[in-house]
C-alpha cells in the first residue's frame, strides 16, 4: 500500500463543533483528494488539491474547507459539524492527474450526534 | 444526479459462480477505473480502461470498454470467497469536470 495515512480513523463529536482530518502521505505525490463514502452514493469528491496551496472544489464541497500547505499533508476541516456530515471520509493521492490511478487511506469514521 | 450508474446494487453467489457488474453513463467517458473495496477497507486501483472496445484481462477478471465509451462491465469467472466485496467503477466524463466520478458500487457476497 502506499504511503498514507489518516487520523483520527474515528471520531464522534456533537452537532456544532468543529472537526479536522488529517491526511498525510510519503509518496509526494502532487494530487491529493477527500472523498466522502455514504451507503447507495458510493464516493463523492468533496475537495482536492492539485499543489501547494492550490486546492479546488468538488461535488460536495458545502460545509467543508480544505488546505494543504506542504506537499504531504492536507487537511479537510469541518467548520461547525452538521449530522448529515456523519460519513467514512477517505483521503486519496494521484501521481498527476485523475487519468491516473488514485491510492486511498485507510479512512476516518467520522460520527456528528 | 449520479452520473455514472452502477448495476446492481448487491449480488449474492455461489461459490463458482460467474459474477459481473456493470458501469452506465449517458454521456461519453474518458477512461474508466476499477476498484475494488474488501469490508472494513479502502478501494483499492485494479485497472484503468481507455480504448473504445478494450478489452482487459487479469486472471479470473475480465473488464470491457464499450464501443461508444458510454459503458463497461467487469466479469468474475468462478468466484472464490477472496472475492467478496464491493467494486465501484469510476470515469472521467469528457465536457464535464475532468474529475473521477464514481460509480454506487455493486457489493458481492459470496456463499461457501
Known amino acids: 500500500d502506499a504511503g498514507i495515512t489518516q487520523s483520527p480513523r474515528h471520531k464522534v463529536t456533537e452537532t456544532g463543533t468543529p472537526v479536522t482530518l488529517r491526511c498525510h502521505q510519503t509518496e509526494n505525490h502532487r494530487y491529493m483528494y477527500w472523498y466522502r463514502q455514504d451507503p447507495g452514493h458510493g464516493l463523492r469528491l468533496i475537495h482536492y488539491s492539485y499543489g501547494v496551496k492550490d486546492t479546488d472544489k468538488g461535488e460536495v464541497s458545502d460545509g467543508y474547507s480544505v488546505s494543504r500547505s506542504k506537499t504531504e499533508d492536507f487537511l479537510l476541516t469541518l467548520e461547525s459539524a452538521t449530522s448529515s456530515q456523519t460519513s467514512v471520509y477517505f483521503c486519496a493521492i494521484s501521481w498527476t492527474s485523475d487519468y491516473n490511478e488514485q491510492f486511498f487511506g485507510p479512512g476516518t469514521r467520522l460520527t456528528v450526534l | 444526479g449520479q452520473q455514472v450508474m452502477q448495476i446492481p446494487q448487491y449480488q449474492h453467489v455461489q461459490e463458482g459462480e460467474d459474477f459481473t457488474t456493470y458501469c452506465n453513463s449517458s454521456?461519453?467517458?474518458?477512461?474508466i477505473q476499477w476498484y475494488k473495496q474488501r469490508p472494513g477497507g479502502h478501494p483499492v486501483f485494479l485497472i484503468q480502461l481507455v480504448k473504445s472496445g478494450e478489452v482487459k484481462k487479469q486472471k479470473r477478471l475480465t473488464f470491457q470498454f464499450g464501443e461508444a465509451k458510454k459503458n463497461s462491465s467487469l466479469h468474475i469467472t468462478a468466484t472464490q470467497t477472496t472475492d467478496v466485496g464491493t467494486y465501484f467503477c469510476?470515469?472521467?466524463?469528457?465536457?464535464?469536470?475532468?474529475?473521477?466520478?464514481f460509480g454506487q458500487g455493486t457489493r458481492l457476497t459470496i456463499n461457501p
Open positions: 454521456t461519453t467517458l474518458s477512461n
Open positions: 469510476a470515469a472521467i466524463i469528457i465536457q464535464g469536470a475532468q474529475k473521477l466520478v
